[in-house]
Structure formats: structure tokens, C-alpha cells
């Protein structure tokens, strides 16, 4: 008898601490014999970094998870072929086709099954942005693109009542937690408060729980016409440096990241008007939305950027990211002696224009 105990307790322990591990069996169409598979968390500091070759069609994987849930990426060497699912530590089958990632069968993951039922009822609200948006671009009406553009302003709150709604049937979504750590800066404060009230305690203390609660203690939803938040961060060699230190008769808080195109692709004009405008009294205080300090430092070298730069290096849950509701980078604001806000969002030749006239 204590031996059938024994062997049963035995078989129990093994089936638990195989249930600790995900393993990920699948087939994929197309690809040729020897193709690499690259398996990647969303999040570097989930860990998960693995790759596979294809044979005869198939392909596997197997590793565990630190957490119930993490969102991943499966994806070919030159990312032609991807798809991001959730992954969770059991047994997940993956059916693919080579240029179709996207379209694939995945099942075994609860989570990701949630996360397909959302996007099910996203997808209708995505084809009616996608059909707002090509009639914005053909119309020359003034009135109906204006009346267009406040349609597509809509669909944002369309999507946002998706996941509150889902959220109040299913308040340990971690897929509805993730889905308002990304964009509680884009829905706003009120909005975030919604959907956070609604989160279960345990999901409250996942990670994106946190991030959310952060940013709903840290957001000032800042406006034109209001006076900036003051705050201070650590600047290129390690010194505390406030807003409000910076002296000029303008300032142009900028929002940027040396990862994102658009900034530093702007860079050189931006250097331009800086120099110009500088003796006048025209000054910039660089926030990098940034958590790599060694590229952040280079991206500063190799522009060439001469005004005070300042990060948290925590990329783009930066409390001052969050503190001014900062939701597209580069984001900037242009803040008088009185210290108002009065313009956002100055970039180029609107913004050369605005300081000619500020300081002529």
C-alpha cells in the first residue's frame, strides 16, 4: 500500500513540475528544411531568447516562464515572417504558413485564446479606421475631412470600451492589463482609472498592474494654457537636473528616444534652431524615453545635441512620460518665462516660425 502511495505521489510531483514548463510543437508550410525560428519575450526581462531550425515542416520549443503569461514572438531571421501570441508554461500547438504568420492556429494557451476573442471584436473597429482613413485621404471637402478626422478621433474610445467591457467579465485578464499599460497614455487618465478599478487584486500586482498604477499616481494631464509640472532626473554624467533649473525666456521640453526614427531624424533641424535661437534666450531640456544608457549616450554624441538631456532610463514607462501623458515621441511642449504652456507639438519650420515671432 505505502508503495502505491509512493509511486502515485511520485507520477503527481513529475505531471506539477511538467506543468511548470511550456513546450511549443509545431508545423509550418513552406519554409525550407534547416530555416531558423526565433522565439523572443515582448519584455528582455522575461528572458525568453531561443531559436530553432525547421525539419520536414516542423519545429519545437521548450523552456518555462517566470510568469503565468508572457507575450512572445515567434519570427524568422529577417523578421519577413512573425507573429506575436501569449505564451503560457503548457503544451502549445502552432499551425503556420510561410508569409502568413499572422493567420496561424496556435492553441494550448488560455491566455492567448482571450487575447484572440479581443481582437475578434477589435477587427471590425480597426476596418472601419482603415475606411475612415481612405476617405480622409481622398476627399478635398474641407467640412467632410473635418468631420472625418472626428470620426477617427472616435475609434480610440471604441476600442478602449472593448477592453473595459471585457474587463468587467473577466477582471484577471492579463491580456486587458497589458493592453491599458500600453495605451493608458493615449486614453487618459479618467479613462485608465476605469479599467483599472475593474482589474482583479492579483492582476493588479503583475507587472502591468504596477505600471498602471504609476502612471495613474504620476499624471498631471498636462494642457496648454496650464502651467508645466516640475521634476528632476539625471542628466549624461550622473547630476540631478530639475525643469525648472533650466533658465531661458522659452523652453521646448522635448520628448524623444534614440531608438525612434522620426526624433532623430528631426535632430539636425531641431540642433539648427537651437543655435539660432539660443542667444535670444531660447532653451531645450531633452527627456529620453530611453533604458540603454550606453545607446542613449551615442545617440546624443552622434547628433550632436548641445542642451541638457535627462532620463530615468526606465524607456517609455519614464515617470516624466507619464507625469505629461506622453503617448507618441518626439512629443514636445514650449513653456514661457511664467512657466505656461503655451504650444505643443512645434517641430521644423512651425517651430522656427513660432520663435521668430517670440523673439524676434
Given at each position: 500500500m505505502k508503495k502505491t502511495f509512493l509511486i502515485a505521489y511520485l507520477l503527481?510531483?513529475?505531471?506539477?513540475?511538467?506543468?511548470?514548463?511550456?513546450?511549443?510543437?509545431?508545423?509550418?508550410?513552406?519554409?525550407?528544411?534547416?530555416?531558423?525560428?526565433?522565439?523572443?519575450?515582448s519584455s528582455p526581462e522575461d528572458g525568453i531568447k531561443d531559436s530553432t531550425q525547421v525539419n520536414n515542416e516542423a519545429f519545437a520549443f521548450e523552456g518555462k516562464l517566470t510568469k503565468p503569461a508572457t507575450q512572445v514572438?515567434?519570427?524568422?531571421?529577417?523578421?519577413?515572417?512573425?507573429?506575436?501570441?501569449?505564451?503560457?508554461?503548457?503544451?502549445?500547438?502552432?499551425?503556420?504558413?510561410?508569409?502568413?504568420?499572422?493567420?496561424?492556429?496556435?492553441?494550448?494557451?488560455?491566455?492567448?485564446?482571450?487575447?484572440?476573442?479581443?481582437?475578434r471584436l477589435i477587427k471590425p473597429i480597426e476596418l472601419k479606421d482603415d475606411s475612415l482613413r481612405a476617405a480622409l485621404r481622398k476627399s478635398e471637402d474641407p467640412a467632410i475631412k473635418n468631420e472625418l478626422r472626428k470620426q477617427i478621433a472616435e475609434i480610440k474610445t471604441e476600442i478602449y470600451h472593448v477592453y473595459l467591457n471585457f474587463g468587467k467579465v473577466h477582471p484577471n485578464s492579463i491580456v486587458v492589463a497589458s493592453a491599458t499599460d500600453v495605451y493608458s497614455t493615449t486614453w487618459g487618465k479618467e479613462k485608465t482609472q476605469e479599467i483599472y478599478k475593474v482589474l482583479s487584486p492579483s492582476i493588479k500586482e503583475t507587472t502591468y498592474g504596477k505600471n498602471i498604477n504609476s502612471f495613474l499616481a504620476l499624471s498631471q494631464e498636462v494642457k496648454i494654457g496650464g502651467k508645466y509640472v516640475d521634476f528632476e532626473q539625471t542628466n549624461t554624467v550622473g547630476k540631478k537636473i530639475k525643469l525648472s533649473d533650466i533658465k531661458g525666456k522659452y523652453i521646448l521640453l522635448e520628448f524623444w528616444g534614440s531608438w525612434c526614427g522620426p526624433c532623430r531624424q528631426d535632430n539636425p533641424e531641431l540642433v539648427k534652431t537651437y543655435n539660432a535661437y539660443?542667444?535670444?534666450?531660447?532653451?531645450?531640456?531633452?527627456?529620453?524615453?530611453?533604458?540603454?544608457?550606453?545607446?542613449?549616450?551615442?545617440?546624443?554624441?552622434?547628433?550632436?545635441?548641445?542642451?541638457?538631456?535627462?532620463?530615468?532610463?526606465?524607456?517609455?514607462?519614464?515617470?516624466?512620460?507619464?507625469?505629461?501623458?506622453?503617448?507618441?515621441?518626439?512629443?514636445?511642449?514650449?513653456?514661457?518665462?511664467?512657466?505656461?504652456?503655451?504650444?505643443?507639438?512645434?517641430?521644423?519650420?512651425?517651430?522656427?516660425?513660432?520663435?521668430?515671432?517670440?523673439?524676434?
Open positions: 503527481l510531483v513529475g505531471s506539477l513540475a511538467f506543468a511548470q514548463n511550456f513546450k511549443i510543437n509545431g508545423n509550418v508550410q513552406g519554409l525550407e528544411n534547416g530555416a531558423w525560428l526565433y522565439l523572443e519575450a514572438i515567434l519570427r524568422t531571421k529577417k523578421y519577413t515572417n512573425y507573429v506575436f501570441f501569449w505564451l503560457e508554461n503548457k503544451n502549445v500547438t502552432m499551425s503556420l504558413k510561410d508569409g502568413q504568420f499572422k493567420n496561424g492556429k496556435i492553441k494550448g494557451s488560455a491566455t492567448q485564446t482571450e487575447n484572440e476573442e479581443i481582437q539660443k542667444p535670444k534666450g531660447f532653451e531645450i531640456l531633452g527627456v529620453a524615453a530611453d533604458n540603454n544608457k550606453a545607446q542613449w549616450l551615442k545617440a546624443i554624441k552622434d547628433d550632436g545635441l548641445p542642451w541638457e538631456n535627462v532620463s530615468d532610463l526606465k524607456g517609455d514607462k519614464n515617470d516624466v512620460v507619464f507625469m505629461y501623458g506622453i503617448s507618441a515621441y518626439p512629443t514636445n511642449y514650449l513653456i514661457d518665462e511664467k512657466g505656461i504652456i503655451i504650444a505643443k507639438d512645434l517641430r521644423g519650420k512651425k517651430l522656427s516660425d513660432k520663435l521668430a515671432e517670440l523673439l524676434p
